[in-house]
């Protein structure tokens, strides 16, 4: 049997340190392992379907994306759904508002290049346009960002202060944008009331555990007192091998227990995590990773303001095929 010690030497993998600093936060990219995927899955995109999907509602739309507790994916969900908008042809505006623990611009990749924050825009430090950045990859996507990683939310700011960001968003000369994408902050404090002030729709993010569906349950009590009806659920982290073993709640339950309709339902994949340590927001791998089309078929609806079925997979698992684990 092999010594424990010899393992790493044998099996080299990137790894990371922790408390190394703000240095050993960058995100892993060797251009050596950045390959599209190695998902086992061929999955098509939607994009084949040759369509664009048709922009239901008033624009812009002014969505919010949240969940109560942390780490569940709103920020995977933000730059995911994000880029897949930017995709289909939309103008999009990913508004960073989680402000102590910023990490947008991490999975986007785009950490290097955020010179300027909302802070500075309001103190007149930079204009607004100075402090969007660009994605080089789909130009119709930009991040902007509260303030500097690790800082306080600033004395002051709060959902006045973003509604004035979001009316500056709409009145740019270029045009307003089609979508303004807002990443909430976990938790149920003053960041979190800030980032839903100026937002017209929801979505939740959720995993299908307890802790996760009681602060969810919670979040959507707080959205609809503040006038937000339009709440769509995205179940994040499915594993249909423990829903089957009855170690999970499946999709249904957690619809039925949230009453929201469905969005999205997202597998647990590894490739998120791959994408997040790369910056590579999974939506951009071709071909896509189950979870990158899941992602991708959630911002359709999205667009559209479709929803789709919870599909009972206890039932008839092996009848189904590969892609009604959607629901289409
Ligand atoms: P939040 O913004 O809600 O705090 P994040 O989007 O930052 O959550 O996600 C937390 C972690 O969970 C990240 O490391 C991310 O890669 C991982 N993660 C999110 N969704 C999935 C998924 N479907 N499968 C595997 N890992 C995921
Ligand atoms: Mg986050």
Redesign the pocket.
């Known amino acids: 049997m092999l010594a424990l010690h010899l393992l790493p030497a044998l099996n080299p993998k990137p790894s990371f340190t922790p408390n190394r600093g703000a240095a050993a936060l960058k995100p892993f990219r060797n251009p050596k392992t950045l390959k599209p995927n190695s998902s086992p899955f061929t999955v098509r995109s939607l994009l084949q379907y040759n369509r664009k999907p048709q922009l239901s509602g008033d624009t812009p739309r002014v969505v919010v994306?949240t969940?109560g507790?942390?780490?569940?994916?709103?920020?995977?969900?933000?730059?995911n759904v994000g880029l897949s908008l930017a995709r289909f042809g939309f103008s999009v505006v990913a508004i960073d508002a989680?402000v102590g623990?910023r990490?947008?611009d991490l999975?986007l990749g785009l950490e290097n290049r955020v010179n300027y924050t909302v802070v500075e825009v309001l103190n007149g430090d930079c204009r607004l346009d100075q402090a969007l950045v660009r994605d080089k990859r789909w130009s119709n996507f930009e991040l902007l960002c509260i303030s500097k990683p690790r800082s306080k939310l600033p004395m002051g700011f709060g959902g006045k202060a973003l509604v004035w960001v979001v009316d500056a968003l709409k009145a740019r000369p270029e045009g307003s944008p089609d979508f303004i994408l807002i990443?909430c902050p976990?938790g149920i404090d003053a960041g979190f009331i800030t980032a839903i002030t100026p937002a017209n729709e929801a979505v939740l993010?959720t995993t299908p555990d307890i802790t996760s569906l009681r602060d969810a349950d919670r979040v959507i009590g707080l959205l609809e007192c503040d006038g937000i009806r339009d709440i769509k659920m995205m179940v994040?982290?499915?594993r249909t091998d423990m829903i089957k073993g009855e170690d999970m709640m499946s999709v249904l339950d957690v619809q039925e227990m949230l009453g929201l309709s469905l969005l999205g339902m997202?597998?647990?994949?590894?490739?998120?995590?791959r994408?997040?340590?790369r910056g590579y927001p999974l939506v951009l791998n071709r071909p896509p990773t189950l979870?990158g089309l899941a992602f991708e078929q959630a911002a359709w609806r999205l667009v559209e303001q479709d929803t789709m079925k919870a599909v009972m997979v206890e039932e008839e698992p092996k009848k189904r095929s590969f892609f009604s684990f959607f629901g289409g």
């Open positions: 994306i969940s507790k942390g780490g569940v994916g709103k920020t995977t969900t933000t730059a989680d623990l990490n947008l999975l990443d976990a993010v994040n982290r499915v997202i597998p647990e994949d590894t490739e998120v995590i994408s997040t340590n979870a």
